[in-house]
């Protein structure tokens, strides 16, 4: 069940604790854009998955999306703020997705692959510019990505952001 009120963080740090137990999407949404879009996928999300807690990194509470664990952070307008921000979580267990994705169906059977793994991404795939089309890119597509909370990942994605 989702909770009536949102619940405010502004908290700063990057660590596992203070996580909540459960399984929960995140969305980071700095800008109008990126609100309005959050704004669509959050209605998909809750038609399909209602039980799915709801996380937002962004600058300021959004006033019309209610049941929402709000996460003030300062704004950051590039890839940048996925790793900067991806450990700010406060579940469990997280399906990370944009803003811009809708959800068709239910999301919840995903999140039983993290009794397997820690960390789960669609691959590159192939490069359509390749001759046999079997190169891949070395690459994951950070738009939507699953993973169990733990300062072992924090620790990854302070090395992504030390790399970007």
């Given at each position: 069940?989702?909770?009536?009120?949102?619940?405010?963080?502004?908290?700063?740090?990057?660590?596992?604790?203070?996580?909540?137990?459960?399984?929960?999407?995140?969305?980071?949404?700095?800008?109008?854009?990126?609100?309005?879009?959050l704004?669509?996928?959050?209605?998909?999300?809750?038609?399909?998955?209602?039980?799915?807690?709801?996380?937002?990194?962004?600058?300021?509470?959004?006033?019309?999306?209610?049941g929402v664990h709000f996460i003030i952070r300062p704004p950051i307008r590039s890839l940048e703020s996925k790793p900067t921000y991806l450990g700010s979580t406060p579940f469990a267990q997280?399906?990370?997705?944009?803003?811009?994705?809708?959800?068709?169906r239910d999301i919840t059977p995903l999140f039983g692959l993290l009794d397997f793994y820690d960390f789960c991404a669609q691959w590159g795939g192939a490069r359509f510019g390749s001759e046999d089309g079997l190169?891949?890119?070395?690459?994951?597509?950070s738009g939507m990505m699953l993973f169990r909370h733990s300062d072992a990942l924090v620790t990854v994605f302070e090395h992504w952001l030390a790399l970007y």
């Open positions: 069940m989702v909770a009536a009120l949102n619940e405010i963080d502004t908290g700063l740090g990057l660590t596992a604790s203070g996580v909540q137990a459960g399984q929960g999407v995140l969305y980071i949404a700095f800008g109008d854009k990126y609100v309005e879009e704004r669509g996928a959050v209605k998909s999300l809750r038609q399909v998955s209602p039980n799915l807690g709801v996380a937002v990194v962004t600058d300021e509470v959004i006033d019309d999306l209610q997280t399906m990370f997705l944009d803003t811009d994705t809708f959800v068709a190169d891949c890119h070395a690459r994951i597509h």
